[in-house]
């Protein structure tokens, strides 16, 4: 990764961990990495990694796309998501579905 591009994930995870009002240790705790993982992440520059940042976000339900890509994601797409990938007969099933119809009508915009 690009050093801007971290350098703009810690700033997302921070902002992150203060609106959800999670310290870092209780986060690092939380993912079961060491108590001051997050900080030597936040504050010394260490470079964290996809995995760990996954687990991070994930256990203490923080935005993991926000915090990777700096992108909001609805909550409803995001449980689809976590769904499909839970199971991957349900995902090659839903990817079945969606190339069998592959056009979606789109609605018609009315002019008033």
Known sequence: MHASSVDAIRQRLSQQ??????SMRQASL???????????????????TIG????????NGLDLAYVLLGLHIDPEVD?????IGQNPAKRNAIRVLLEENPTVPQPQLVAS
């Open 30 to 48: 939380q993912a079961a990495k060491s108590p001051g993982y997050l900080h030597s992440v936040l504050k010394d520059g260490n470079d964290p």
């Open 79 to 83: 449980t689809l998501i976590r769904l």
């Open 17 to 22: 961990l203060t609106q959800h009002g999670i």
């Open 52 to 59: 760990s940042l996954t687990d991070i976000c994930l256990t």
